[in-house]
């Protein structure tokens, strides 16, 4: 019998260690560099040319006046007082919300309908008033708003009875008008009281805000 030759092992092939592919990483030439620095100033630039009315108020002969220079003069002439009132908005605002007072829109336009009839019988309009005072019809809702909240907050103070009208009229010796009658002079004269009432209670109830509040000035005008 013929031996079956066993096939002869060969030695496995011994693995090449792993190639690596490097990347070369060529550095940005000059002019490229170059380029993008111009556009970015460019852009810059562009920015600034558009909203240059946020840094600079005017140009006098090509020399600017920057809009701080405005402010710090401003802030000057009136900035306590500017300061001061917003601080009285905000001690307002935040007491009111904390008492949940509401004013409808309704009562809002009511009371401006009477202003409005007011001027109108003094020959003007009320967009020239506001024009006059220098303000929008939006900040005028905004003041009766909160007067009226203030109203809802203080009617038990600023209440006015029949007997402090009889007493005003027989002191200040009064007469109503022609052609007005005496119930609608008391009507006049009950509002005019209350009115008084209420910018005393007021003023007393803002003040009271202010001396309860902790208030921290970092400015000294």
Known sequence: MKKIQEPESKPLPI?????????????????????????????????????????????????????????KDLEK????????????QKLIDTELAKQNITVTKEEVDEQIKQIEAQVTS???????????????????????TIQKKLEKLLADKVAVSETEVDAYIKESKSTP???????????????????QKFQKEAQKWVTDLKTNAKINYYVNY
């Not at 909203?51 to 006046?65: E, H, Q, V």
């Not at 002439?77 to 009285?88: H, M, N």
């Not at 003094?122 to 009766?144: C, F, H, P, S, V």
């Not at 052609?179 to 009507?187: A, C, N, P, S, T």
């Open 177 to 195: 008008p022609k052609d007005m009658k005496i119930e609608d002079f008391k009507k006049q004269i009950s509002g005019q009281l209350k009115q």
């Open 122 to 144: 003094q020959g003007g309009t009320l967009k020239e008033a506001l024009a006059q005072q220098n303000m929008t019809e939006d900040k005028l809702r905004e003041q009766i």
């Open 15 to 71: 693995a090449s260690e792993p190639k690596y592919i490097v990347l070369k990483v060529r550095k940005p030439k000059r002019l490229v560099i170059a380029v993008m620095v111009a556009i970015l100033l460019t852009i810059i630039l562009t920015v600034l040319f558009f909203a240059k009315g946020l840094f600079i108020a005017a140009t006098l002969n090509g020399s600017p006046i920057s809009r701080l220079s405005v402010i």
């Open 77 to 88: 002439q009136g900035g306590k007082q500017t300061l001061e009132g917003i601080i009285t």
